[in-house]
């Protein structure tokens, strides 16, 4: 289980970001996005009066429809901005947004907050043109905070993804977490497979080339028998086969999503 001390950590960096900056961009993941809503900085912004934009990153993993759904949702709470980092999208949009802000002060500093892993430091990147911010598949890249100047009165501030109070399992199923760290990847790995099979099975047809089974176990190890991910004595190897999928959930090599 994860250290409170590492948790109040966290919450102490969300504090000083929230204190230091003007307006928060919360990036969420669109393919879950309201599991990656963070609850601690929506709160520590209502505290602080601070004004909250949501962005919807990795907007390229889903379908148009599903994002503008998330949107319409998430939309009746906080203005919402699609997004993809890779892909480019929403840039425009989202610098009109700055410029607005930008009047409002002579100087303003936007802190890019979220769990690890949402695409924070891409988002950095992409509106800055440039690799200034460190990035990568492996959730908890970011360390410390670091002030970007991105036009000549705004700065960017990116921040290590916030993980208060929360479970290592329920971060793994956000990608969040490195899989290697997960006491029982075995039983994440099954959970998420229970999800993706709820809500788009075919999914994990198109990543493993495998027909789904009613039992998540069973899925998980037809997974493995096709990435032949066999231990030396015959057997599946399901805590290898656990650990391939996390990180293909991480990675965006799994296409599922939802509400
Ligand atoms: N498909 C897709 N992947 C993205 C997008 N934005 C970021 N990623 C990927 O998501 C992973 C995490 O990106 P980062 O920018 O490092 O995420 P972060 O929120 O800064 O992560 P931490 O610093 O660990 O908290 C990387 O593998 C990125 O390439 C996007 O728009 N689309
Ligand atoms: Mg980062």
């Not at 504090?15 to 900085?41: C, G, H, M, Q, Y």
């Not at 099975?201 to 789904?212: F, N, Q, R, S």
Request: no cysteine.
């Amino acid at each position: 289980m994860e250290k409170p001390r590492e948790w109040l950590r966290e919450k102490s960096i969300a504090k000083k970001i929230l204190s230091e900056a003007d307006v928060v961009f919360e990036v969420v993941d669109s393919r879950i996005p309201l599991e990656t809503r963070n609850k601690v900085v929506e709160q520590l912004a209502k505290e602080r009066n601070k004004k909250l934009y949501i962005i919807i990153n990795k907007a390229d993993l889903v379908p148009p429809e599903f994002a503008k759904k998330a949107k319409e949702i998430i939309q009746k709470e906080y203005p919402v901005v699609l997004f993809s980092a890779h892909k480019n999208r929403g840039k425009k949009e989202l610098n009109r947004v700055i410029k607005e802000l930008s009047k409002e002060k002579k100087l303003i500093k936007i802190g890019v907050l979220g769990y690890p892993n949402v695409g924070k430091s891409s988002l950095i990147n992409t509106l800055k043109r440039k690799k200034v911010a460190t990035t990568s598949p492996k959730p908890g890249m970011t360390r410390g905070e670091k002030l970007i100047k991105l036009y000549k009165n705004v700065y960017l501030i990116d921040t290590p993804g916030i993980i208060t109070l929360e479970f290592q399992d329920d971060l793994a199923l956000k990608g969040s977490w490195i899989p290697e760290k997960l006491e029982y990847p075995v039983d994440v790995a099954l959970k998420l497979i229970e999800k993706i099979q709820e809500n788009r099975p075919e999914a994990l047809k198109e990543a493993y080339k495998v027909e789904p089974e009613q039992e998540p176990l069973k899925t998980l190890e037809k997974i493995g028998k096709q990435l032949n991910y066999i231990k030396a004595g015959g057997e599946i190897d399901l805590d290898r086969t656990a650990k391939k999928v996390l990180w293909d959930w991480i990675k965006g090599n799994i296409k599922a999503y939802w509400i």
